[in-house]
């Protein structure tokens, strides 16, 4: 029933940006915690950014400074700011949400990825 939708991956030069979007649809009640993930060819996926339905934000050490996560509850879309990339960003980023569908029942749910490629 629940559905993450990711978009904005593409290729950009070293320095540059992108914006990440997660898009949830389906029969939701609310999103809980929200993070981002990567997984770059030949390593394991890692957490990049979390975010709570309060706002409280977390980074992996590589991204602080650099990446923003955000969210928008109205519109059940998540997004991942990513500045001054470099090409250690090169990976697909997931987005990841903790979707509860009623009062009683939470479950989690992954987006299909989008690719981001840092690369002269």
């Known amino acids: 029933q629940v559905q993450l939708v990711e978009s904005g991956g593409g290729l950009v030069q070293p320095g540059g940006s992108l914006r990440l979007s997660c898009a949830a649809s389906?029969?939701?009640?609310?999103?809980?915690?929200v993070g981002w993930y990567r997984q770059a060819p030949g390593k394991q996926r890692e957490l990049v950014a979390a975010?709570?339905?309060?706002?409280?934000?977390n980074y992996a050490d590589s991204v602080k400074d650099r990446f923003t996560i955000s969210r928008d509850n109205a519109k059940k879309t998540m997004y991942l700011q990513m500045n001054s990339l470099k090409p250690e960003d090169t990976a697909v980023y997931y987005c990841?949400?903790?979707?509860?569908?009623?009062?009683?029942?939470?479950?989690?749910?992954w987006g299909q990825g989008t690719q981001v490629t840092v690369s002269s």
């Open positions: 975010i709570t339905l309060g706002g409280s934000t």
């Open positions: 990841n949400a903790d979707v509860r569908v009623n009062l009683f029942f939470r479950s989690a749910y």
């Open positions: 389906g029969s939701i009640f609310s999103i809980d915690a």
